[in-house]
């Protein structure tokens, strides 16, 4: 009687290591998270929050004083909380944009950086209001641009300048920069494995002849 | 000459010690804020939930928002100033010490759960051995059934 039972408990071992192997499997592989792609999300809605009528009157050309509203919005896919600023640059037709494959910034003038902590799968939303307040040209072919967002009013000496007077083409440039913790500052766009990966986008404007 | 010397050296200190006043991030805060940045990104490693870190992320805004403030204050308001910076300080601490708080209580919420879902495994183990088992025994007790009621018949 005893035989048999220790017999059946031999048997019965190699298949409770079986199941035993099969289950903790299924339950590491449901602990363990996946792995998902790592990315930013950065984009610019018009005044109702779609993805039109970004100019007042639907024309592009902005006369001083003229508030026109904006609607940034950085969404994290990163895995993790991102602490980001969000640098806004005000560049004309000659100034080159942000490098996608040298992953470096515009050299445009900073008009202003706006930081953030956003958690992960999280959506951070700015309302942009923005004016130009006084615009004059120098001599050398730069501006000084008075800009008003938000409540906050903003001076750019050295600004860029037109490229004639009948079309004073501009354009405000928004770079993605998010904290690099090993280095103790902030990097523009993240880093994805061994690449550097950058988000930005600009939108254009003319200033209206006869407000120059 | 030695007056001098005395004076240009509180002159220095003082100027040290006055200078971190006028660049909130790039000095002591700025450390600071990457130990809390560490802090939080451990938390959330160790497993806090998205509410925990919608928490920490709001307090570091609000931090942010003061920093703001801060910066568009005029560099005369000396006494604003160093109050902003004691709050920016307060807010720091407090931001790291709830990124710990959500460390440790997500870091044993992660072991609990961890160990109840291989304790699953093993209880689902023992379940399926048993049931096997069952069913197995059940199975040749019919084999030998259908063998016995089997009849023998000559060709």
Redesign the interface.
């Given at each position: 009687m005893v035989k048999a039972k220790l017999h059946?408990l031999r048997r019965?071992i190699p298949?409770?290591l079986t199941?035993?192997i099969?289950?903790?499997a299924?339950?590491y592989t449901?602990?363990t998270p996946r792995p998902q792609e790592k990315f930013f999300e950065l984009y610019v809605l018009g005044p109702n929050k779609l993805a039109s009528s970004y100019y007042p009157h639907n024309s592009s050309f902005i006369t001083i004083g003229e508030p026109v509203t904006w609607y940034l919005e950085v969404h994290n896919e990163m895995g993790?909380?991102q602490?980001i600023d969000l640098r806004i640059k005000l560049g004309n037709e000659t100034i080159s944009p942000p490098n996608d494959t040298t992953a470096s910034p515009s050299p445009a003038p900073l008009v202003t950086e706006i930081?953030?902590?956003?958690?992960?799968?999280?959506t951070w939303e700015l309302p942009f209001i923005w004016q130009i307040l006084n615009f004059t040209t120098s001599s050398r072919g730069y501006s000084h641009v008075q800009f008003m967002i938000g409540n906050?009013t903003y001076s750019l000496e050295n600004a860029p300048g037109c490229s004639s007077h009948n079309s004073c083409k501009f354009r405000l440039i928004f770079e993605l920069w998010t904290?690099n913790?090993a280095s103790?500052s902030f990097q523009m766009g993240w880093g994805n494995g061994a690449q550097q990966e950058i988000a930005w986008l600009q939108l254009w404007f003319y200033l209206a002849p006869g407000a120059v | 000459m030695i007056k001098i010397i005395l004076m240009l050296l509180i002159t220095g200190i003082g100027l040290m010690l006055v200078h971190p006043a006028f660049s909130p991030l790039q000095s002591a805060p700025?450390?600071q804020l990457?130990q809390v940045?560490?802090d939080?990104?451990k938390a959330?490693?160790a497993g806090a939930g998205?509410d925990e870190?919608?928490r920490?992320?709001s307090e570091?805004?609000s931090m942010?928002d003061l920093?703001g403030q801060l910066q568009?204050l005029n560099p005369q308001d000396s006494a604003k100033r160093s109050q902003l910076l004691g709050e920016i300080n307060a807010a720091l601490a407090r931001a790291d010490a709830d990124a710990n708080e959500a460390e440790i209580t997500a870091s044993q919420r992660t072991f609990a759960?961890?160990l109840f879902?291989?304790s699953?495994?093993?209880i689902?183990?023992?379940l399926?051995?048993i049931v096997?088992?069952f069913t197995l025994s059940q199975w040749r007790k019919l084999r030998v059934k259908r063998v016995l009621q089997s009849r023998i018949v000559p060709r």
């Amino acid at each position: 009687m005893v035989k048999a039972k220790l017999h059946n408990l031999r048997r019965l071992i190699p298949l409770f290591l079986t199941f035993l192997i099969l289950f903790e499997a299924a339950a590491y592989t449901a602990i363990t998270p996946r792995p998902q792609e790592k990315f930013f999300e950065l984009y610019v809605l018009g005044p109702n929050k779609l993805a039109s009528s970004y100019y007042p009157h639907n024309s592009s050309f902005i006369t001083i004083g003229e508030p026109v509203t904006w609607y940034l919005e950085v969404h994290n896919e990163m895995g993790s909380i991102q602490f980001i600023d969000l640098r806004i640059k005000l560049g004309n037709e000659t100034i080159s944009p942000p490098n996608d494959t040298t992953a470096s910034p515009s050299p445009a003038p900073l008009v202003t950086e706006i930081k953030r902590f956003i958690p992960d799968n999280a959506t951070w939303e700015l309302p942009f209001i923005w004016q130009i307040l006084n615009f004059t040209t120098s001599s050398r072919g730069y501006s000084h641009v008075q800009f008003m967002i938000g409540n906050t009013t903003y001076s750019l000496e050295n600004a860029p300048g037109c490229s004639s007077h009948n079309s004073c083409k501009f354009r405000l440039i928004f770079e993605l920069w998010t904290w690099n913790i090993a280095s103790d500052s902030f990097q523009m766009g993240w880093g994805n494995g061994a690449q550097q990966e950058i988000a930005w986008l600009q939108l254009w404007f003319y200033l209206a002849p006869g407000a120059v | 000459m030695i007056k001098i010397i005395l004076m240009l050296l509180i002159t220095g200190i003082g100027l040290m010690l006055v200078h971190p006043a006028f660049s909130p991030l790039q000095s002591a805060p700025q450390l600071q804020l990457n130990q809390v940045i560490r802090d939080m990104l451990k938390a959330e490693s160790a497993g806090a939930g998205p509410d925990e870190m919608a928490r920490l992320a709001s307090e570091m805004n609000s931090m942010i928002d003061l920093e703001g403030q801060l910066q568009n204050l005029n560099p005369q308001d000396s006494a604003k100033r160093s109050q902003l910076l004691g709050e920016i300080n307060a807010a720091l601490a407090r931001a790291d010490a709830d990124a710990n708080e959500a460390e440790i209580t997500a870091s044993q919420r992660t072991f609990a759960y961890r160990l109840f879902t291989y304790s699953l495994g093993v209880i689902g183990a023992v379940l399926a051995t048993i049931v096997s088992h069952f069913t197995l025994s059940q199975w040749r007790k019919l084999r030998v059934k259908r063998v016995l009621q089997s009849r023998i018949v000559p060709r």
